[in-house]
């Protein structure tokens, strides 16, 4: 899996929330345009069935809002007219079920009264517990992914030290064998100079040595002809 902090990576997740988003725009719609078949409890099953679609719509939707951020700029406003037209799309599918869930009269069928008997009270408390389970598996469920990703995060920063600790011994190493390398060169120099030294003053005995001779040539050679 790419690195959650790249820009492409960033474009790829916002990709899958979008294909889910539109499973479930499609699955949502479908239940939308079966509820006004229904009455009484089969209609207020789909009802129910139709909240929790619209409810996972609402979470992707809020997951594409975080996630289109990480887009590159050249490609944010395709990105966001996109995502325009999915909250207007939401917003359509609320309205929608809002009219059909007020129609107490297709919802509770023959036995509608504006006075709810207990067993219809028990019925509505039965419909939200199980909507409430139903929300709370699909929140353990994003949980859990959300620490998958959280684990598979930490594993590459892991690495990444891992590999920065390495390069830190590499660095370290090379500047250790440039440190000798420079002793080998100073002493290098100074036997150099050592060497210049010897020569100079080797010169210097050599021309002495060679005007004491001449001169010594020259003192024979006027003894002989005086």
Do not use: C, W
């Amino acid at each position: 899996m790419a690195n959650p902090l790249d820009t492409d990576a960033g474009s790829e997740l916002f990709g899958s929330y979008e294909a889910e988003f539109k499973l479930v725009q499609a699955d949502l719609t479908q239940k939308l345009d079966q509820i006004p078949e229904l009455s009484g409890e089969p209609r207020k099953a789909a009802i129910s069935a139709a909240e929790r679609a619209l409810e996972e719509a609402d979470e992707l939707l809020g997951q594409m809002r975080l996630e289109k951020q990480n887009i590159p700029s050249s490609s944010r406003p395709k990105i966001n007219q996109r995502f325009r037209n999915f909250e207007t799309d939401v917003d359509s599918y609320k309205r929608k079920l809002r009219s059909l869930a007020s129609d107490r009269a297709a919802l509770f069928g023959s036995r509608y009264t504006d006075n709810p008997t207990p067993t219809d009270v028990q019925l509505e408390q039965r419909q939200q517990l199980l909507s409430g389970t139903d929300r709370l598996e699909r929140s353990s469920q994003r949980l859990r992914s959300s620490q998958a990703l959280a684990n598979e995060t930490e594993a590459i920063g892991a690495g990444t030290l891992a590999d920065l600790h390495a390069q830190r011994e590499r660095i370290a190493h090379t500047g250790q064998v440039l440190y000798e390398s420079e002793g080998y060169v100073d002493r290098s120099v100074k036997t150099l100079r050592g060497m210049a030294r010897r020569m100079a003053t080797n010169r210097v005995i050599t021309i002495a040595i060679i005007t004491v001779l001449v001169i010594l040539i020259f003192a024979v050679i006027y003894s002989k002809f005086r």
